[in-house]
Antibody, heavy 117, light 110 residues
Framework: EVQLVESGGGLVQPGESLRLSCASS????????MTWVRQAQGMGLEWVAT????????YHVDSVKGRFTISRDNAKNSVFLQMNSLRVEDTAVYYC??????????WGQGTLVTVSS | QSVLTQPPSVSAAPGQKVTISCSGS????????VSWYQQLPGTAPKLLIY???KRPSGIPDRFSGSKSGTSGTLGITGLQTGDEADYYC???????????FGGGTKLTVL
């Protein structure tokens, strides 16, 4: 059974950092592009970042460039999102996604990040 | 303001058909495939359509997709109350070097 389990969310103050993790199981993790998508409460979906299976290509939305970094550890079947200099507007549920637009797309249940003073 | 434009809401009666449009540009839909996602209340999104018109395993054929130029369309036939959800389109944008979503369309089955 395919599983994606996000962790690392929580309440932080503006300017602080968080590292989100997504642990996968049930499939060959090293074959898939992985993506983080976020959704503020009551709002739509926003793509955050994507990483190639071997980690050699990474893409980030402009609003997080220089602050967030996507990475992966294929030996641990995990993808990460390092979030620095967090802002109130980064508050959202963050979803880990396998193959966001492929036939085998699969979404995790999400982890909530709240940035508030 | 989303890069891809969807109507905020659509509605139809059970058993009827509805279509949801997604308008983009030459840098996204015009140059790439459209995907569609369903988000039922309180749950994570799920892929409904990929590569404009293909359905992943397990998605019923009541759901269909098409693309023409810089626009995509999601069609749902035989509407059921369980289809009430938010629907999003998405595509890769070559100018932004990133994936973009539409703003979402809330489907109400009256």
């Amino acid at each position: 059974e395919v599983q994606l389990v996000e962790s690392g969310g929580g309440l932080v103050q503006p300017g602080e950092s968080l590292r989100l993790s997504c642990a996968s199981s049930g499939f060959s993790f090293n074959l898939y592009w992985m993506t983080w998508v976020r959704q503020a409460q009551g709002m739509g979906l926003e793509w955050v970042a994507t990483i190639k299976p071997d980690g050699t290509e990474k893409y980030h939305v402009d609003s997080v460039k220089g602050r967030f970094t996507i990475s992966r550890d294929n030996a641990k079947n995990s993808v990460f999102l390092q979030m620095n200099s967090l802002r109130v507007e980064d508050t959202a549920v963050y979803y880990c996604v396998r193959g966001v637009r492929s036939a085998e797309s699969f979404w995790g249940q999400g982890t909530l990040v709240t940035v508030s003073s | 303001q989303s890069v891809l434009t969807q109507p905020p809401s659509v509605s139809a009666a059970p058993g009827q058909k509805v279509t949801i449009s997604c308008s983009g540009s030459s840098s996204n839909i015009g140059n790439d495939y459209v995907s569609w996602y369903q988000q039922l209340p309180g749950t994570a999104p799920k892929l409904l359509i990929y590569d404009n018109d293909k359905r992943p395993s397990g998605i019923p054929d009541r759901f269909s997709g098409s693309k023409s130029g810089t626009s995509g369309t999601l069609g749902i036939t035989g509407l059921q109350t369980g289809d009430e959800a938010d629907y999003y389109c998405g595509a890769w944008d070559s100018s932004l070097s990133g994936f973009v979503f539409g703003g979402g369309t809330k489907l109400t089955v009256l």
